[in-house]
Nanobody, 115 residues
Framework: QVHLVESGGGLVQPGGSLRLSCAAS????????MGWYRQAPGKERELVAG???????NYANSVKGRFTISRDNTRNTVYLQMNNLKPEDTAVYYC?????????WGQGTQVTVSS
């Protein structure tokens, strides 16, 4: 059984930083592709960043150079460090395992960037 729990969201001013965490349960975490997605009101859910079991990463163009995804396989946890946050980063952020079609999603954590 796969269970994902996000934490670390909140309200931050433009230019600020947040670090999201996703604690995962279930087998084979270390070889699983993990992704962070976000969904803003009235918009489709989109991939923000992903990381393979081997550590290869990919990012949406809108967050390149500002966000960093990482993982700690000893803790079954994936992180998203978000720097220089912008109002357009405001969304609910979701952790996912093995891609959207897997059905493995966390409950989401709200990130609001506002002055």
């Amino acid at each position: 059984q796969v269970h994902l729990v996000e934490s670390g969201g909140g309200l931050v001013q433009p230019g600020g930083s947040l670090r999201l965490s996703c604690a995962a349960s279930g087998s084979f975490f270390s070889i699983s592709y993990m992704g962070w997605y976000r969904q803003a009101p009235g918009k489709e859910r989109e991939l923000v960043a992903g990381i393979t079991g081997g550590g290869a990463t990919n990012y949406a163009n809108s967050v390149k150079g500002r966000f960093t995804i990482s993982r700690d396989n000893t803790r079954n946890t994936v992180y998203l460090q978000m720097n220089n946050l912008k109002p357009e980063d405001t969304a609910v952020y979701y952790c996912n395992r093995d891609g959207p079609s897997s059905g493995y999603w966390g409950q989401g954590t709200q990130v609001t960037v506002s002055s």
